[in-house]
T-cell receptor, first 116, second 104 residues
Framework: GAVVSQHPSRVICKSGTSVKIECRSL??????MFWYRQFPKQSLMLMAT?????????EQGVEKDKFLINHASLTLSTLTVTSAHPEDSSFYIC????????????FGPGTRLTVL | LAKTTQPISMDSYEGQEVNITCSHN???????ITWYQQFPSQGPRFIIQ???TKVTNEVASLFIPADRKSSTLSLPRVSLSDTAVYYC?????FGQGTELSVKP
């Protein structure tokens, strides 16, 4: 199946700093990628839809100025958590679909963010 | 698939068949039903997807009744490595997940 990677897998940062997380589709092109957040013992919550070459679409309640998304190419989307605070500590997961008509989405391994 | 309901947890033993049912009363006409498996600190993995009736692949079967208000994931002969959280969902929405524990 299609492979999606994320980098880094784990990051620890100080409060007030910014952290960038990369999501790559390794063997397919993805015009659309998705970013999720998952708190311990909870389900995945969709944060935003990342569209190649255009602005991301954010879900209700997600601050677009805090969670900056850039989808610069068909294989790379980045999520930057700006001015991170301890409450931003979570497991961030991206996914991608190998085509606009595809129903199946492939997930990355996730990035564990800890803000001290 | 605006809201889904599934059991919080289930226990089973190796070699048994496990059925996990998800309720999705508000499913949209064009929504597919997808099931995912997630291990701790990993991204979800696609298991199976269907629209109606029955779908089977090498790891599971999915049963969807005619009214499509629920679906049942069937895992035949589970093993210890099937211990995980299983989510049902629609396009981009995940249910709360069922934590399956398989015991020897």
């Amino acid at each position: 199946g299609a492979v999606v990677s994320q980098h880094p897998s784990r990051v620890i940062c100080k409060s007030g700093t910014s952290v960038k997380i990369e999501c790559r589709s390794l063997d397919f092109q993805a015009t659309t990628m998705f970013w999720y957040r998952q708190f311990p013992k909870q389900s995945l919550m969709l944060m935003a839809t990342s569209n190649e070459g255009s602005k991301a679409t954010y879900e209700q309640g997600v601050e677009k100025d805090k969670f900056l998304i850039n989808h610069a190419s068909l294989t790379l989307s980045t999520l930057t958590v700006t001015s991170a605070h301890p409450e931003d500590s979570s497991f961030y997961i991206c996914s991608a679909k190998p085509g606009q008509g595809a129903n199946e989405q492939f997930f990355g391994p996730g990035t564990r963010l800890t803000v001290l | 698939l605006a809201k889904t309901t599934q059991p919080i947890s289930m226990d089973s033993y190796e070699g048994q068949e496990v059925n996990i049912t998800c309720s999705h009363n508000n499913i949209a006409t064009n929504d597919y039903i997808t099931w995912y498996q997630q291990f701790p600190s990993q991204g979800p993995r696609f298991i199976i997807q269907g629209y109606k009736t029955k779908v089977t692949n090498e790891v599971a079967s999915l049963f969807i009744p005619a009214d499509r208000k629920s679906s049942t994931l069937s895992l035949p002969r589970v093993s210890l490595s099937d211990t995980a959280v299983y989510y049902c969902g629609g396009k981009l929405i995940f249910g709360q997940g069922t934590e399956l524990s398989v015991k020897p």
